[in-house]
């Protein structure tokens, strides 16, 4: 009875043993011969997109009546937008803040909503901007970038091409090691604008009406650029 528990215990542990020194080989394998690299691609867009925010403020002393005069004024700017049907138009919200006098009594209620228009269209877009300012409205911010749809499409074909690189430099590794092959281990891609896109014009609210802002014609470019990370095992 002993003896069989004996050679049980035994067994038992050579099994725990085996299977501990696979668990390391497995773990040492993993780490032998890495080689860790980079590939990168980019490519300079033309930007095709652009983005307005505009901005109005009213001021009164009841808040309920300034929030009603806010509201009225939003509507009538998307109301207005609608006969542009190749921009985008959307409220952003609104602030209230109270001012006060220079003894710090107040003086009224004032608020500010933002709207913010895109398109692809510019010459639309522009068209729509000089309306809103006619009412008053005062451009904000006006920004240049890369379509959604543009960008998709360029970033897939640098990531083949960034990939590309990888792999060429990965080869370059390998023949300079005289090595037989190499394998992949992990591999990470990340895309996106290099740069913040470009920004034609920024002004900020004033209580006085605004001159209609010209709009720039040119909308310069966005670098739109995919890197590859990863490490590679080189075959011994």
């Known amino acids: 009875m ?4 004996t050679r049980r215990r035994a067994l038992c542990a050579v099994l725990l043993a085996s ?7 497995g773990a040492d394998e993993l780490h032998y011969n890495l080689i860790s690299l980079t590939g990168e691609a980019r490519e300079e ?11 109005l403020e009213v001021r009164d002393r009841d808040p309920a009546r300034l929030a009603q005069a806010l509201n009225r004024r939003v509507a009538q700017a998307l109301a207005k937008s609608r006969a542009f049907a190749e921009v985008r138009l ?11 006098d220079d003894k710090g009594r107040f003086v009224t209620w004032r608020g500010q909503a933002q709207i913010a228009a895109e398109s692809a269209d510019f010459e639309r877009l522009g068209a729509l901007i000089g309306a809103l300012q ?15 749809k543009r960008r998709q499409e360029v ?3 640098l990531t083949q091409s960034a990939i590309g690189a990888f792999r060429q430099r990965a080869r370059l590794v390998q023949q300079s090691l005289n090595a037989p092959g190499f394998r992949v281990v992990d591999l990470q891609i990340d895309g996106g604008p290099e740069a913040a896109p470009y920004r034609s014009a920024m002004r900020m609210m004033s209580a ?4 209609a802002v010209p709009l720039e014609t040119q909308s310069g470019t966005t ?4 890197r590859v990370n990863g490490r590679v095992q080189l075959d011994p």
């Open 223 to 226: 670098a739109l650029v995919v």
């Open 19 to 25: 299977g501990l020194t696979l668990s390391t080989a």
């Open 208 to 211: 006085a009406k605004q001159d």
């Open 155 to 157: 970033e897939d074909a």
């Open 134 to 148: 006619a009412d008053d409205l005062v451009v904000q911010a006006i920004d240049f970038t890369v379509s959604p």
């Open 45 to 55: 867009v033309p930007n095709d997109w652009m983005r307005a925010v505009l901005a």
């Open 90 to 100: 959307q409220s952003q919200g609104y602030q209230t803040f109270q001012e006060t």
């Open 2 to 5: 002993r003896d069989g528990m």
